[in-house]
């Protein structure tokens, strides 16, 4: 049985297929608006699942030309892929799929005056080079995705093709046009993070699944959720103190609003409070979008323009007081600017504290500048290159990736590890904490406790190691020497563990003096 809606859609259809066969587009027009007056006013649904279909040729690029004006084109068609090389390493797992889809399309999707109950809302200083007419609307309420509720706004967003269409960031428009802001003689677009479902229904319970370096969530269709709203806002506006910044290259922030999440999406863990970031961009165009002619290939010249553009972009962060890390350098997080490339999507940013193996995190990370379609092994040699030279790092291309990671972590990153975590005792608290834990619990086997201790003080034991090897300092060493020998007395454990076995079940505390060392706490400096 169809409803209301259904044969509304069907006699509309119906009607505009015969109008077009008979009168051309002024016509048209004028009967299609005669024809609405005479149908049925039905209510229609908040958050339908279809949007209005694409007139053709429809708009497909923004990017940033060379005058620092924005430029936009159109396109016979608005499909399109976004491209990832996911194959580049032989240790990738792919018998259970890639879990990416590359086809895409641009939708211009309607935006209405949602009713969110707003909690907090951040600015930064951009926000008042946004259009006063916008300021105006976002001050009675979030302009998200709608399939009918529509305002003059707008937004073009790539999106899936699938039944629940992934998308949740698109370049605003107004009456069909870019909104643009000017900022010391460059033009940026308005771009939307987190303004809902390319098909408009954001009230999906389904939940989307997410993975990055970190693990994998599980999030709300076309949100954004609260922690990552707030990660982004926070790192974009660190980065202001890099060059790319200044040189009006990087993407910006203007706002973040945190509203409360009325969808009960995915099981109760997942749920948070949901984020709509407003950011300026120079382009929509990211390194990963291919197969319409609209989009710019990636030549030679332009994929050694993206290794060294990104590679200082990357440095750059790095270098600052706070060291953030992007912990996902894949092509689609990689925004052409018209003159070079630059790194998007801060929420996967993290600041180096933040970050428990930064050694693996660096060599998990840079790699991925290998998904970028069609780059070679010199092109990503450039990448690293750029990179060391940034970071006053010396390499010897010569010893390929592992010799870059080596140099990068011995040489920068291990002494700002070290300096962070001296006088710390996180880590070796949280093993003893571990192994109380163990120990109480009646279903694990008390004969294997003591070899999961022992192989638990060697991991976090040859860790340090890793760090304490690249620091010259008297201290550093002493500990580096301790380490050494709990790592060798613990080995001799493993078979015969009566030694410790019988520390570990009289005083588990006594596992956390095994092997802590010294030199996060002088109190402990040499005890062994």
Known sequence: MTTKIENFNIVYDLCLEKIIS?????????????????????????????????????LVSIVRGQNRRIRTKKSRSNKFKSSRNLFYSDEIPIFFGTGWNPDRVMRNVPLYLSEEE????????????????????????????????????????????EKYPEGRTGILLYKEKPVRVTINGKEFLVEIKGVGCPDGNNERTNA??????FGQGRERYGSLDQS?????????????????????????????????NNVDYGVT?????????????PSNVRSSFRNNSVFPKLSKVRLEKLARSVGKHYAELAKLEEIILHSNIQPENLVWTGKSYVLTDFADCRRLKEIKDPHNFLEKVLEKIREVPGITESEANMFYSTIAEE?????????????????????????????????????????VSAAKSLL?????????????????????????????????????????????????????????????????????????????????????????
Request: proline fraction near 4%.
């Open 118 to 161: 707003i909690k907090e809302i951040l600015h930064s200083q951009d926000y008042s080079f946004l259009p006063e007419n916008l300021v105006r609307t976002l001050e009675k309420g979030l302009l998200r995705t709608s399939g009918v509720k529509q305002t003059d706004y707008s937004v073009l967003m790539s999106s899936t093709e």
């Open 440 to 528: 109480k619990n009646r279903y694990v086997d008390k004969k294997d406790l003591p070899y999961l201790f022992i192989e638990g003080a060697k991991r976090f034991l040859e860790e340090e190691i890793d760090l304490l090897q690249h620091i010259s300092t008297p201290e550093a060493q002493e500990s580096l020497e301790i380490a050494k020998a709990r790592i060798d007395y613990l080995t001799t454990q493993t078979e015969d563990n009566k030694d410790i076995k019988e520390k570990f079940e009289k005083d588990p505390d006594s596992y956390y003096q095994l092997f802590f060392l010294p030199y996060m706490n002088k109190e402990c400096r040499g005890k062994k």
């Open 208 to 213: 989307m699944s997410r993975s990055d370096y």
């Open 22 to 58: 008979v009168y051309d587009q002024e016509i048209f027009e004028k009967k299609e608006n005669k024809i609405k007056q005479h149908l049925p006013k039905l209510e229609l649904q908040k958050n339908p699942q279809e949007v209005p279909k694409e007139q053709f040729p429809c």
């Open 391 to 431: 970071l006053g790092v010396n390499w010897d291309q010569s010893t390929g990736y592992k010799g870059f990671i080596t140099s990068v972590w011995g040489e920068f990153f291990a002494p700002k590890v070290y300096a962070q975590r001296k006088g710390r005792s996180t880590p070796a608290r949280k093993q």
């Open 228 to 260: 990552e709203g707030m990660r982004e806002f926070e790192n974009l506006e660190l980065q202001r103190k890099t060059s790319t910044f200044e040189a009006g290259e990087a993407i910006r922030v203007a706002a973040c609003f945190v509203y409360k």
């Open 269 to 281: 863990s997942d749920r948070q409070d949901q984020a709509y970031v407003i950011r300026l961009t």
